[in-house]
Nanobody
Framework: QVQLVESGGGLVQPGGSLRLSCAAS????????MGWFRQPPGKEREFVAA???????SSASSVKGRFTISRDNAKNTVYLQMNSLKPEDTAIYYC?????????????????WGQGTQVTVSS
């Protein structure tokens, strides 16, 4: 069993930055691929970025060059650095874990989910 707790969301102006964190319980964090997803108001949950156990990363085209995913296995934490934020980035952001995963873009393959953190980009 893995528990995930996101933090770092909030209100930010367009062009600003935020860093989201996702702290995981358990001793096998390094065996999990981690993903960040988001759900804008009234829309489906969508892939943002993922990182495999050996730190191979991928990201959605809508955030490429602006968002960076990273992990610190010693701290059981995955991060999402978000720069140059736009109003369309407004959403609830979730982290997810997939045991020995490949960093899939599909939400359904992830085994565990956090409760989400709200990110609002507005002037």
């Amino acid at each position: 069993q893995v528990q995930l707790v996101e933090s770092g969301g909030g209100l930010v102006q367009p062009g600003g930055s935020l860093r989201l964190s996702c702290a995981a319980s358990g001793r096998t964090f390094s065996s999990y691929a981690m993903g960040w997803f988001r759900q804008p108001p009234g829309k489906e949950r969508e892939f943002v970025a993922a990182i495999t156990w050996d730190s191979v990363t991928s990201s959605a085209s809508s955030v490429k060059g602006r968002f960076t995913i990273s992990r610190d296995n010693a701290k059981n934490t995955v991060y999402l650095q978000m720069n140059s934020l736009k109003p369309e980035d407004t959403a609830i952001y979730y982290c997810a874990a997939q045991y020995r995963g490949s960093g899939s873009i599909l939400p359904r393959v992830y085994d565990y989910w956090g409760q989400g953190t709200q990110v609002t980009v507005s002037s």
